[in-house]
């Protein structure tokens, strides 16, 4: 830690799993005291064993743990914690959480609630973004309600359209739709659902884009200044989750780069956004344009590719802003270097419709060498609970060319061990290795053709 450097003392982490154990390592190397809050699920984490101190919180069931904010709040007020991480998923974009943090006086390690809550509203969020000037997809201008709206919708913009839950998220809450013959049976059936699924009835409509990619631009701001720190492509996707991501996309060049930063900074600076956050755009293959789809208010999975690719400390730099610090780089200091891949390795069978396949792992290798990074929470002997999401870990790889990181990725993903459960690490190594992928030519529906001419799927299952 620099001299000159004012930090929180302490920081309270409200997660678990990788990105529990890639803060606390993050708070050590700049002298902040972790505080790791877990559930009974996770007692014997690696997480656990690293923090300063760690709190039990509650059962495994994150209801009653991970996904109580009185919980969290409590425990970060019994520890003193100047501050709480809630790094990705669990409540990290829940305001309401955010805002109970807020009224005690505890600080927050992200953006503030009042943000979250606007840009989590995707159709509050598209308005800020037309404000802001940035390319939005034809579609509905607010909430559709009643079907003769959907049908005016749909004369103006063409079908295919696709419906999407206002408060919907990671792939959640939409529906495709062919024609007009089902557009009123689609229409209130989306509804239910996501009145079901999110307490929240509303949706919106879109001209839905049929040869895409999924471009996110990662942002750090300051309350006044915001930078962009390229992009990542996350195109590799089965039922919009994301096995593969990588940066710089091999779609884009440096003038639409320049554009979707641009255009990423000034919906920061629209809202006054403060800490890290991901804009995430669908890029048309065709037309070749850009369109912007929602803000992530958080951490990203993924953050390590740009990572590898600016060598900015993201984490490091969340808890500087959070701190009161200034941002302390320039857009002129962000220079892209060489390309990085990362594949999220989950305990998934491939050839079980990816169904999740926790238990105990017998024997744990790492993979190495240069340019290799990975970013888990598991040992030798853990055991993978049911109780949460299957990912093992992140597999970062970094080289000079697109090629060569192809390579080096898949090199590492042969080196790489983990005895005792099925991950879905042969089957990445199938899709990086496809002439699609080599290729760079490709868009969200690859994966799933891919799939659908293949009876069996590679598998580390004995």
């Not at 024997?363 to 990074?373: L, S, T």
């Not at 390579?407 to 983990?418: I, M």
Request: glycine letters at 8%; aromatic letters at 6%.
């Amino acid at each position: 830690m620099a001299d000159n450097e004012q930090l929180l003392g302490s920081v309270l982490i409200a997660n678990r799993g990788e990105i529990a154990l890639r803060v606390i390592r993050a708070c050590k190397e700049l002298g902040i005291k972790s505080i790791l809050a877990y559930s009974e699920g996770d007692k014997d984490s690696l997480g656990v064993k690293e923090a300063d101190q760690a709190v039990c919180i509650g059962p495994a069931n994150a209801a009653k743990s991970y996904n109580s904010p009185e919980l969290i709040v409590s425990a970060a007020m019994a520890f003193k914690a100047d501050a709480i991480h809630p790094g990705y998923g669990f409540l990290s974009e829940k305001s309401n959480f955010v805002k109970m943090v807020e009224d005690e006086g505890i600080g927050f390690v992200g953006p503030s609630s009042e943000h979250i809550r606007r840009m989590g509203d995707k159709i509050e969020a598209k308005k800020i973004a037309q404000a802001a000037g940035v390319p939005t997809v034809p579609g509905s201008d607010g909430v559709v309600t009643e079907f003769d709206e959907a049908l005016a919708v749909a004369k103006e913009t063409g079908f295919p359209l696709l419906i999407k839950a206002a408060a919907g998220g990671g792939g959640r809450g939409m529906r495709v739709v062919e024609s007009e013959d089902t557009l009123e049976r689609d229409l209130n059936e989306i509804m239910n659902e996501a009145q079901s699924a999110f307490n929240d009835s509303s949706v919106y409509i879109e001209r839905y884009l049929t040869d895409i990619r999924h471009i996110e631009i990662q942002v750090l701001a300051d309350g006044e200044n915001a930078i962009a720190l390229g992009e990542r492509d996350c195109t590799s996707q089965r039922r919009n989750q994301k096995l593969i991501e990588e940066g710089p996309s091999p779609a884009i060049d440096e003038e639409l780069r320049a554009g979707l930063q641009e255009a990423a900074i000034n919906l920061c600076k629209e809202v006054g956004y403060k800490n890290a956050g991901t804009v995430e755009f669908v890029f048309d293959n065709i037309e070749r344009k850009y369109y912007f789809i929602e803000m992530n208010t958080r951490i990203q999975v993924e953050h390590p590719v740009t990572e590898m690719i600016t060598g900015v400390d993201l984490i490091k730099e969340q808890l500087r802003i959070a701190s009161g610090q200034k941002l302390r780089l320039t857009q002129d200091d962000i220079q892209i270097r060489g390309h990085a891949i990362e594949c999220r390795i989950n305990a998934e069978d491939p050839n079980e419709n990816f169904a999740p396949r926790p238990g105990k792992i017998e024997h744990y290798r790492a993979p190495g060498g240069f340019g290799v990074r990975m970013d888990t929470h598991i040992e030798t002997g853990y055991t993978i609970p049911p109780f949460y999401d299957s990912m093992v870990g992140k597999l970062i790889c970094w080289a000079e060319t697109r090629d060569e990181c192809i390579d080096r990725t898949l090199r590492a993903l042969d080196e790489l061990k983990v005895d005792g459960v099925v991950t879905t690490g042969p089957f990445q190594a199938m899709l990086l290795n496809s002439e699609q992928f080599r290729s760079g030519d490709i868009n969200t529906g690859y994966v799933a053709k891919m799939l659908e001419n293949m009876d069996e799927l590679p598998s580390d299952a004995e």
